[in-house]
């Protein structure tokens, strides 16, 4: 299993257009990919109800996670998307 704890950039937290951003980018990282609170159950972050159910704040630490190989490039940049609060899936990290 590898993981990336980070604080969630967005001001907003992960609601309305930050969760499309990432469920979109976790998507595209075609790999599985859970998400959840530091202290909480991880959900499918390809799945934007999953995402929404969170109610992950702006600040607040989450825990990206996949137990696919060779997938620390792909927790990279999602990792950077929600530390940063970027506006789409950055190409390099």
Do not use: C, Y
Not at 62 to 81: F, M, N, P, S
């Amino acid at each position: 299993m590898v993981e990336r704890r980070v604080n969630v950039g967005w001001a907003e937290g992960l609601h309305a257009r930050p969760a499309s951003i990432f469920v979109r980018a976790a998507t595209a990282a075609g790999v599985p990919v859970t998400i959840a609170k530091a202290d909480g159950s991880p959900v499918n972050a390809a799945s934007m109800l999953a995402v929404l159910g969170l109610g992950a704040q702006g600040g607040e630490e989450i825990v990206l996670a996949t137990e696919a190989d060779g997938a620390e490039a792909a927790l990279d940049r999602l990792a950077k998307l929600v530390a940063e609060g970027l506006e789409e899936l950055p190409e390099t990290v």
